[in-house]
Every structure is written in structure tokens, then in C-alpha cells.
């Protein structure tokens, strides 16, 4: 009885999570705000930041999930691996490698409204 509880409170609790999941051939597109940061000793995932990679910090998304960003106001796309977390900041989904946000062309802007798709 208590196995048949536990897993009933599993499959409850599973089906509250807002979160997209982490799976392969998922097509569903969100968008959010992201900003970038170059500057960091070691990731909440246990490797050291590389500022060169193309990284992401998420809230909750699980470490090694690769999303597609697109900025919406040029159109330019890059992939980055979550490896990181950070600190709920209001308005702030994503916070990208400074190598990202070369690729995605908002150095100047520190914010950025963008398309964010799950990959693998």
C-alpha cells in the first residue's frame, strides 16, 4: 500500500511540472528573455565555465539539454548545452555564454527577446 502511494504521489507531483522536458524530437518553441555572462569559476554541474563554449545557465532544466535560441530581431540562431543555474531573476529565462551572445548579435544590448526550443 505504501509503494502504491508513493508512486501515485510521483506521478502527481511529475504532472505539475511547468518545465519543458528534455526530449529528443521536441518541437514545441517558448519564448523568454535571456541575458549573457562571461565571468564564472565553476558551473552548478561541476565542470569549470568556459566562456568560449556555448553554454546556458536555466533554472530548472536538466544539466546537458540542448536548446536552440533564436533572436528575434535578426533572425541569428545558435545552439548552447545547459550546464549551469542561476538566480530567479524577474523577467530573465536564460542566461548565455558571452560566446552565445556574439553568435545571437546582442552584446550591446544585455537583454534579448528570444525563441528558445528544446533540441535534445
Not at 33 to 40: E, I, K, L, R
Not at 92 to 119: E, P, T
Request: charged residues 25%; glycine residues 6%; positive net charge.
Amino acid at each position: 500500500m505504501t509503494k502504491i502511494i508513493a508512486v501515485f504521489c510521483m506521478l502527481v507531483l511529475t504532472g505539475c511540472v511547468t518545465t519543458p522536458k528534455a526530449e529528443t524530437n521536441v518541437k514545441k518553441s517558448y519564448h523568454g528573455h535571456a541575458t549573457w555572462y562571461q565571468d564564472g569559476k565553476k558551473t552548478a554541474s561541476g565542470e569549470k565555465f568556459n566562456p568560449d563554449k556555448y553554454t546556458v545557465a536555466h533554472k530548472h532544466l536538466p544539466f546537458n539539454t540542448v536548446i536552440k535560441f533564436t533572436n528575434l530581431k535578426n533572425n541569428k540562431s545558435v545552439n548552447a548545452r545547459v550546464n549551469d543555474r542561476f538566480p530567479q531573476t524577474k523577467g530573465r529565462d536564460y542566461d548565455l555564454s558571452i560566446q552565445c551572445a556574439k553568435k545571437l548579435g546582442f552584446i550591446k544590448q544585455g537583454v534579448i527577446h528570444l525563441r528558445a526550443q528544446i533540441v535534445k
